[in-house]
């Protein structure tokens, strides 16, 4: 979809639409939104609704980075870990690997 | 269209006439060894032991261990580790691989060539004191007499059986396939005068990974995971099945305690190992005394209708893993879940190795502890426990009388306790190599009458304990042609005119070559093996009697896998019988007996206690191939010009082509001529 031949007010709801989203448990969706508004949040020139997709994109940056160290910790510490918990190691995993613990 | 299709008609042709050489390049690459035995990772409640490699097997580079200073060149100096160690057949045995436990980063793994005869000095790799916490002797009971505190039993033992090594190691036999891997070590990888190999270089991959890790109850868990949607086992719970049989009928849908019946059980062990998988010999430390049991049910077939008292032979399977069988007949009993319980059992006889040379002889075991009223003969000595034997895990549940015979003393006389060299060499079974195999069927050597004698010992014992006269004794006698025949049949060869007459045609093809001993893995239901199911057709035949049914199919439940299910008291076999003389037709028959089977799976796999101190938890790993190869390596530097080269080209090429492509216009315009339609 090409951001430029839609009306500001279009880009306005979808980018609203997507940040709202991100709440149901999908960091991508604000990764998306990130990346996809960035240039016309911060780098193309002003425009009403600019204002309002800024703070979209900011709040998703900020919401995106909180589920980046959240889920990087977690998956770290399950990694590490997992062999150490036995059995609780073993009822969290989908597939455990054969010959090592 | 006609030069095409002559084309490839041709080309066809070609292939087919080279496809004898039409070599793979697999083919022209790899040398495939044959016959390996690996070492496999068994799990108990506490550790693993065993070996294990990586996923697509351990690559190194050869090296021919010649003697102890080469093994610097392994761990420090060799400038091209990992390295895959060969060590010849002397230095197998006298050589301790804790120092390659020790430098296994630069160790990928270990072959043993198999020596052609038994090392003089002796070799176990089994601990020094076996089934120690399995055992009657414990802080409870006996505690002076446990963890082998008065007698070693086995000091020549290493434990090595029992250590867990990262890397994998292979056993194989010293043949054609090894003196090509020694000719490649002697042509790529020698180190003459101080110079050091040059690439490219011999190498060997051994491929043995094993699914299970850290311990029984975790790979018990893992084999029925939560989320898998097919589930793949890992490991495997050991077990078999106990044969037993009794003098008078049984019957064995009522369980539990028989009124009246008052049992002699005569016990021995069915089953062996050693550090490698699928290779137990066992002569001395199970077939001697198996074929001495066997020989004297014959002898007492005759004589036991006068006895008052029932004899129960009992082949215990999976004794050499902390007593599997006896532990879990002993169970049932207790439960009141087999034919008799532990009240019925009047005392019991336990015949364990009894391999004698020429001046060696019978010694009697009983237990110091325990209260007797035994009507035993002789007294042995008592301030020594008992040697390891099913006979302990009867006195854990209750002070029974009995003895347990055996070749030794104090220690085990046996050099080859539990390794793969106790085999018929080590019993000096030696047959004449001019003669045919009928003809070293016949022989009856030395070590045969020897055994007839223990044999004749000890199904006299047997026949007094049951309530025979002292005066009728010397009529029970044992056949030395049968002893022979069957010591021949359990060592030697299988595949023999005798052993062929006991057992139904369609089974012929199962047994292999060499009999080898060695408790098998169970998934959960049992099933037997090839030294159980001989044994019980052997037993059948020695003590059953022929029935008057003419046709295989009357002969009710006559395969020996459907002894589990069958039979209120009498069990059936359809024998082949002799050949008939002039002809290859046989008499077979049918044959009524009261031989049986019993699951010999570890109470500890029942109760789902896989942490169990008190009931062995042995399982095996399983696995998915084992394999090995050699082949030649080229040195990382040549890899890594290869790889560079390859790349560089590959930039290059997509260069050039972005070059020409945004040239297109100026290098292709020429040459464009007005069409002409002509057509």
């Known amino acids: ?101 | 269209m006609d030069l095409l299709s002559d084309k490839w008609i041709v080309n066809v042709v070609l292939c087919l006439l080279f496809v004898g050489n039409c070599n793979s390049v697999e083919k022209k690459i790899y040398i495939n060894l044959n016959e390996t035995f690996p070492c496999v990772r068994l799990l108990n409640a506490t550790h693993q032991i065993g070996c294990q490699s990586s996923l697509s097997g351990d690559v190194g580079v050869l090296h021919l261990l010649e003697s102890e200073e080469n093994l610097d060149w392994v761990l420090r100096t060799g400038p091209n580790p990992p390295y895959m160690v060969i060590l010849e057949s002397t230095l197998f045995t006298r050589y301790r691989p804790c120092s390659l436990k020790n430098g296994s980063s630069r160790v990928a793994g270990v072959l043993a060539v198999q020596p052609t005869s038994n090392p003089p000095e002796g070799f176990s790799p089994h601990t020094s004191c076996p089934n120690e916490n399995t055992g009657v002797y414990s802080e409870t009971y006996g505690p002076s007499y446990a963890h082998c505190n008065v007698t070693m039993w086995n000091p020549l033992g290493t434990g090595i059986s029992y250590e867990e090594f990262d890397f994998p190691i292979f056993s194989v036999k010293d043949d054609n396939d090894t003196e090509v891997i020694r000719r490649c070590y002697m042509e790529h990888n020698r180190a003459v005068n101080g110079s050091t190999p040059q690439y490219p270089l011999c190498a060997m991959q051994l491929m043995s990974h094993m699914a299970a890790v850290t311990d029984t109850a975790t790979c018990m868990r893992r084999n029925a995971p939560t989320f898998s949607l097919a589930p793949d086992g890992v490991c495997d719970p050991l077990g078999d099945a106990n044969i037993w049989a009794s003098t008078k009928p049984l019957n064995s849908s009522t369980k539990g305690h028989k009124d009246g019946v008052s049992v002699v059980i005569a016990a021995t062990k069915l089953d062996s190992r050693s550090f490698f998988f699928d290779v137990a010999p066992g002569a001395d430390s199970a077939a001697t005394g198996l074929v001495a049991l066997l020989a004297a049910a014959s002898a007492l077939h005759n004589a036991t209708a006068e006895l008052n008292r029932t004899i129960l032979y009992t082949f215990f399977n999976g004794e050499t893993f902390d007593y599997i069988g006896s532990s879990r007949m002993v169970y049932d009993m207790a439960k009141n879940d087999f034919t008799v319980d532990l009240d019925n059992i009047h005392s019991i006889l336990e015949v364990g190795q009894v391999a004698l040379g020429p001046d060696s002889r019978l010694w009697l075991h009983s237990d110091p502890v325990s209260k007797r009223n035994s009507s035993v003969n002789v007294e042995p000595n008592v301030t020594q426990p008992l040697p390891p034997s099913s006979f302990q895990r009867f006195l854990l549940e209750r002070p029974i009388p009995g003895v347990v015979i055996e070749n030794h003393q104090t220690s085990f006389t046996n050099k080859y306790y539990q390794s793969m060299f106790d085999n018929a060499e080590y019993l000096k079974l030696n047959y004449p190599p001019n003669l045919t195999p009928e003809e070293q069927l016949e022989l009856v050597t030395d070590s045969a009458k020897a055994l007839t004698e223990v044999a004749t010992t000890v199904a006299r014992g047997l026949y007094l304990q049951a309530g025979g006269e002292l005066a009728q004794m010397s009529r029970i006698q044992a056949d030395s042609e049968l002893v022979s025949k069957m010591l021949y049949t359990f060592l030697v060869r299988v595949n023999n005119s005798w052993f062929d007459q006991l057992v139904k045609s369609d089974w012929t093809g199962v047994l292999s070559e060499l009999m080898l001993y060695e408790i098998n893995t169970s998934e959960r239901k049992v099933k037997t093996t090839e030294p159980a199911l001989m044994v019980q057709c052997i037993l059948a035949n020695l003590t059953g009697s022929i029935a008057n049914i003419t046709e295989v199919y009357f002969c009710p439940f006559s395969s020996p896998n459907f002894l589990f299910l069958c039979c209120q008291i009498y069990s059936y076999l359809w024998v082949q019988g002799p050949v008939r003389p002039n002809s290859t037709e046989r008499d077979s028959f049918c044959v009524r007996s009261l031989v049986r089977q019993s699951k010999a799976l570890s109470p500890a796999f029942e109760l789902s206690e896989y942490t169990s101190k008190n009931y062995s938890t042995w399982a095996e790993s399983r696995w998915s191939a084992i394999k090995g190869r050699i082949f030649l390596v080229a040195s990382h530097d040549l890899e890594m010009l290869t790889l560079g080269v390859g790349v560089g080209v590959l930039l290059m090429s997509l260069l050039l082509t972005y070059i020409v492509s945004s040239k297109a216009d100026i290098l292709f315009s020429s040459g464009r001529e007005p069409t002409n339609a002509t057509y």
């Not at chain 1, 999908?26 to 990346?35: A, D, E, G, I």
């Not at chain 1, 900020?62 to 160290?69: E, H, I, K, N, T």
């Open chain 1, 1 to 101: 979809m090409n951001l430029e031949r839609l009306p500001n007010e279009e880009k306005l709801t979808l980018c609203r639409k997507y940040y709202l989203g991100g709440f149901a448990f999908l960091p991508f969706l604000w990764l998306v939104n990130v990346v996809w508004f960035f240039r016309e949040a911060f780098i193309k020139p002003a425009y009403t609704e600019q204002l309002q997709i800024k703070t979209y994109v900011q709040r998703s940056a900020v919401g995106l980075l909180l589920w980046v160290a959240v889920l990087t910790t977690w998956i770290t510490i399950f990694q590490h870990f997992r062999a150490q918990w036995g059995e609780v190691g073993d009822s969290l995993s989908f597939t455990i690997p054969r010959g090592t613990p």
